[in-house]
């Protein structure tokens, strides 16, 4: 069984910065993949990005790609989501998910624990 906390979301203007945070506890963190995505009301939820175990590869929606970056520190158990540049159309709850698979998926159903979610809104 694996735990998951995200934290940092908030308000924030459009152009402005904000970095989550995901603590996991449970099982060896290490092992597996990490991702975030989102989903914005009326939305069905969409991949963001994610991060293999090592920290090695990393994978991004077009939509975020070149604004946000994934990260992991193995030792804190923690994965992070620095976000630039934020759009309005950014606003959504985020949540991290974990993938025991060896390749980080970009599908909902490739991830097999979820956190509960973080609210992200950024204003125009």
């Known amino acids: 069984q694996v735990q998951l906390v995200e934290s940092g979301g908030g308000l924030v203007q459009a152009g402005g910065s904000l970095r989550l945070s995901c603590a996991a506890s449970?099982?060896?963190?290490?092992?597996?993949?990490m991702g975030w995505f989102r989903q914005a009301p009326g939305k069905e939820r969409e991949f963001v990005a994610a991060?293999?175990?090592?920290?090695?590869?990393?994978y991004y929606a077009d939509s975020v790609k070149g604004r946000f970056t994934i990260s992991r520190d193995n030792a804190k158990k923690t994965v992070f989501l620095q976000m630039n540049s934020l759009k309005p159309e950014d606003t959504a709850v985020y949540y991290c998910?974990?993938?025991?698979?060896?390749?980080?998926?970009?599908?909902?159903?490739?991830?097999?624990?979820w956190g509960q979610g973080t609210q992200v809104t950024v204003s125009s």
């Open positions: 449970g099982r060896t963190f290490s092992t597996y993949a």
């Open positions: 998910a974990v993938d025991m698979a060896v390749v980080a998926g970009t599908r909902v159903d490739e991830y097999d624990y």
């Open positions: 991060i293999s175990w090592s920290g090695g590869s990393t």
